[in-house]
């Protein structure tokens, strides 16, 4: 199975500054890795989903990027709602995998 | 808007059985694929079992021969039966549909559940 290697583990950060997330994938996954956003308490959220596409209500300061094994995901400038755990997950092969998550905490 | 409510979880010894729900509204669960994910702590996200439209089912190595997804129509809702649990188990379950937003792209998790808690324990 595809391991997704996500990096940092944890990342802090200030409101307004720009946040850069990495998932590395053991294998390419092609273009079909999505990214989701879990906060305290509730289930995961689609945010992002075929590396670059952003889900229904997600705010355009959210961008996808990358191919094959390397994937990034980026908030342009970070907004206090926006703290939270991020996985990303790849869809090209069985079965269906997460990374172990990256941290997003306020500095 | 589609939603998803999951029940079912609780405190349930290392052997036993346990059945989850997965109550569906504002779109068909029979029309899409629908699959459970469980949280651990110790193993982060793990895709568990799918159900097609066709009404094949998938399952993860680590659960195949114990658990079995299915669904009743009429209710809109789809299950998980859980057999020999183990502290393994252990998890918050959640439901999810799987869905296609580009032709050409892949089925991702959207929506999700709000997750259901289950403690395989003596």
């Known amino acids: 199975e595809i391991v997704l290697t996500q990096s940092p583990a944890t990342l802090s950060l200030s409101p307004g500054e720009r946040a850069t997330l990495s998932c590395r994938a053991s294998q390419s996954v092609s273009s079909y890795l999505a990214w989701y956003q879990q906060k305290p308490g509730q289930a995961p959220r689609l945010l992002i989903y075929d590396v670059s596409n952003r889900a229904t209500g997600i705010p355009a300061r959210f961008s996808g990027s990358g191919s094959g094994t390397d994937f990034t995901l980026t908030i342009s400038s970070l907004e206090p709602e926006d703290f939270a755990l991020y996985y990303c997950?790849?869809?090209?092969?069985?079965?269906?995998?997460f990374g172990q998550g990256t941290r997003l905490e306020i500095k | 808007e589609a939603q998803l409510v999951e029940s079912g979880g609780g405190l349930i010894q290392p052997g036993g059985s346990l059945r989850l729900s997965c109550a569906a509204s504002g779109f068909i669960v029979s029309s899409n694929y629908m699959s459970w994910v469980r949280q651990s702590p110790g193993k982060g996200l793990e895709w568990v079992s799918l159900?097609?439209?066709?009404?094949?089912?998938y399952y993860a190595d680590s659960v195949k021969g114990r658990f079995t997804v299915s669904r009743d129509n009429s209710r809109n809702t789809l299950y998980l039966q859980m057999n020999n649990l183990r502290a393994e188990d252990t998890a918050v379950y959640y439901c999810a549909r799987e869905i296609k937003h580009l032709e050409a792209g892949a089925y991702w998790f959207d929506p999700w559940g709000q997750g259901t808690l289950v403690t395989v324990s003596s």
């Open positions: 997950q790849q869809r090209n092969n069985w079965p269906p995998t």
């Open positions: 159900i097609y439209i066709d009404a094949n089912t």
